[in-house]
T-cell receptor
């Protein structure tokens, strides 16, 4: 089953450490989206990337957060100097490229649950 | 800017009864609308979508949703609920004027189906 793969599933970091979350999109998909879900809340859009390009980062915090989607390899969401408020589930989703993606749902991974102690 | 409202935090229904989970939206153009379901510690699973055409769309697991343009609503329905339908349900909208194709989600509604 070549679905959206995220790892790790669970990540524990102490305050001040860095967190790296990985996402491999579905086979044939070249668009990646990152969302954050705080406890008992909905999903908040963070960033939209295509290969080697950040297209929309309107939901990304201005500091400490960054994302990339290199030509080869998974997309990475990086959080530097984590704080307790960063504890959340981070979901990656992918979609195919082109105009057909307008009609397509996003396909989600199972998420990475980040806990900052 | 586009937005989605799910006015109910939780919906309780008895098994075998019909269920409705409400959703209203706001976008600048014609909306593309989606419903997803989330089980504990899992990602979101796509249920159904409305792009154009018939206002009543059918999806997975016996769910359907009705698009109502005048009321800007897209309520999720099922004629006969199952205990296994208990989960968190999210409505989402895509604004076709938004070139990033992103989905904007509502806050979610927890559905509890009691035996």
């Amino acid at each position: 089953n070549a679905g959206v793969m995220q790892n790790p599933r669970h990540l524990v970091r102490r305050r001040g450490q860095e967190a790296r979350l990985r996402c491999s999109p579905m086979k044939g998909h070249s668009h990646v989206y990152w969302y954050r879900q705080l406890p008992e809340e909905g999903l908040k859009f963070m960033v939209y990337l295509q290969k080697e390009n950040i297209i929309d980062e309107s939901g990304m915090p201005k500091e400490r957060f960054s994302a990339e989607f290199p030509k080869e390899g998974p997309s990475i969401l990086r959080i530097q100097q984590v704080v307790r408020g960063d504890s959340a589930a981070y979901f990656c989703a992918s979609s195919p490229s082109g105009r057909s993606s307008y009609n397509s749902p996003l396909h989600f991974g199972n998420g990475t649950r980040l806990t900052v102690t | 800017a586009q937005s989605v409202a799910q006015p109910e935090d939780q919906v309780n229904v008895a098994e075998g009864n019909p269920l409705t989970v409400k959703c209203t939206y706001s976008v600048s153009g014609n909306p593309y609308l989606f419903w997803y379901v989330q089980y504990p510690n899992r990602g979101l699973q796509f249920l159904l979508k409305y792009i154009t055409g018939d206002n009543l769309v059918k999806g997975s697991y016996g769910f359907e949703a009705e698009f109502n343009k005048s009321q800007t609503s897209f309520h999720l329905k099922k004629p006969s609920a199952l205990v296994s339908d208990s989960a968190l349900y999210f409505c989402a909208v895509r604004d076709p004027m938004d070139s990033s194709y992103k989905l904007i989600f509502g806050s979610g509604t927890r559905l509890l189906v009691r035996p």
